[in-house]
């Protein structure tokens, strides 16, 4: 290998080396990326991207080409399920992507924007709050189905597809539970935190609110810490580091001396990012003790009440139901089996694998707005692996995956619900006599 720069304390500049040379080039994680399976393009597989890495850490101009080819990767990390190398995939392009935003050349309107969504947005409850009002007005009103209807028509063009998108709200927001304490059904079992995110507390408030409830019904004492804010893990996708790091010293700080048992997590893309905050915080003295120990307490909500003797109290749900993985629980933290034991456990589901359950959906934060034509793509694949299975409802563990599968459901389904497994737990709870 021809002389390299080295990355190993300046993980700014690019993938980390010692990460570069874990490649082999064997192959295998060709068929686990989306955009292979949908392009068949070398350079748009993780093989592919790793070597156009490495030709940049050794010196090569960063061209057009590798800014496309890095930013239309999902992040999915499906790649690292496959790798037999233990290829570090999902941190390297984080790594790259932080490297293309130093040097990102952007129109003043285009930096506006990002720093209003991620800096401003994201960030501030009261700015989430105001647009989520917008939001409802917008629904209330009528427009918001009228705009779908015309997306659907293949009237509105690209601007169709990204209104397929556009989360609904549900007020009330659940910014006013935070800083609550909820009590235990009976005899407290754990203490827990639970942390609420950022565009959830909007638009999905009531799945934050059967999470608690969930948690409850199974002895668990919940405290919804105040100080908590956006995890970071946006921020992180899109090169935006610093950013993510500022956001993870609050997280830290909030809860991290609570003495609780877990921090919970209904969100598996938000989870993976809160569990590497000690690597997102080794270099600073003062935070990577906390953020370790932070990372070691933070638990999905599937992991954690498969890890409990669940409350077995539940009621029937007759339902054809199927899973479909969310990426960064399944690719990025392992967990694939909580999920599926939870849905095996509730009376009355029937429950169906749909084929390449583990393949990306499309979602992955907000590519499916910075990159719609790909992520529509993927979605009807993965509609037509789901109606294979004639399930009445499709359960997943990630916001993200809600809103896409919701999409795919009006698009190219068969009147499907789209439900987050802790919500089936829940109408389980409530079914119970």
Aim: charged share 20%.
């Amino acid at each position: 290998m021809a002389d390299s720069i080295d990355l190993s304390e300046q993980t700014a500049l690019g993938p980390r080396q010692f990460d570069l040379d874990r490649c082999v080039h064997c192959g295998l994680c060709l068929n686990a990326c989306p955009t292979y399976r949908e392009l068949g393009l070398e350079m748009d597989s993780p093989r592919g991207r790793v070597y156009q890495m490495v030709q940049v850490a050794n010196g090569a101009a960063i061209t057009e080409a590798y800014q496309k080819h890095i930013g239309l990767c999902l992040a999915c990390r499906g790649c690292e399920s496959a790798c037999p190398s233990g290829v570090p995939y999902g941190r390297m392009v984080e790594d790259a992507r932080a490297q293309l935003e130093s040097v990102a050349a952007r129109g003043w309107l285009t930096r506006r924007f990002r720093k209003f969504i991620f800096v401003y947005l994201l960030q501030s409850r009261a700015a989430l709050s105001v647009a989520g009002t917008l939001l409802y007005l917008f629904e209330r009103s009528g427009l918001k189905a009228v705009a779908r209807g015309l997306g659907q028509m293949k009237l509105l063009g690209r601007l169709g597809d990204l209104q397929q998108l556009t989360p609904s709200a549900d007020p009330p927001f659940f910014f006013s539970q935070i800083g609550r304490t909820f009590p235990a059904d009976g005899k407290p079992r754990r203490r827990v935190a639970f942390l609420a995110g950022c565009i959830a507390n909007v638009s999905f408030a009531r799945l934050n609110e059967a999470t608690v409830r969930v948690l409850q019904r199974n002895g668990c004492e919940v405290v919804i810490p105040e100080g908590q804010g956006c995890c970071g893990a946006l921020h992180l996708h899109s090169g935006m580091r610093e950013e993510a790091r500022k956001l993870a010293k609050r997280n830290v700080d909030a809860m991290v001396e609570g003495g609780f048992d877990a921090i919970i997590t209904n969100a598996a893309g938000c989870g993976s990012t809160l569990k590497e905050y000690g690597e997102l915080l080794e270099d600073i003295p003062e935070y990577a003790g906390k953020a370790r120990k932070f990372a070691g307490l933070m638990r999905d909500i599937t992991e954690f009440l498969s890890a409990l003797e669940l409350n077995p109290k539940l009621g029937r749900v007759d339902a054809v139901v199927t899973y479909q993985d969310s990426c960064h629980l399944a690719h990025g933290q392992k967990i694939r089996k909580s999920p599926r034991e939870l849905l095996a456990a509730i009376p009355g589901v029937t429950f169906r694998e749909m084929p390449g359950a583990d393949i990306c959906c499309g979602s992955a934060g907000i590519y499916n707005v910075v990159q719609n034509a790909m992520s529509m793509q993927i979605l009807k694949h993965k509609m037509e692996a789901v109606n294979s299975t004639h399930a009445q409802i499709i359960a997943t563990a990630n916001p993200g995956c809600l809103l896409q599968l919701q999409a795919g459901v009006r698009l190219h389904g068969s009147g499907q619900r789209v439900m987050h497994v802790v919500e089936l737990l829940d109408q389980s709870y409530k079914n119970a006599k």
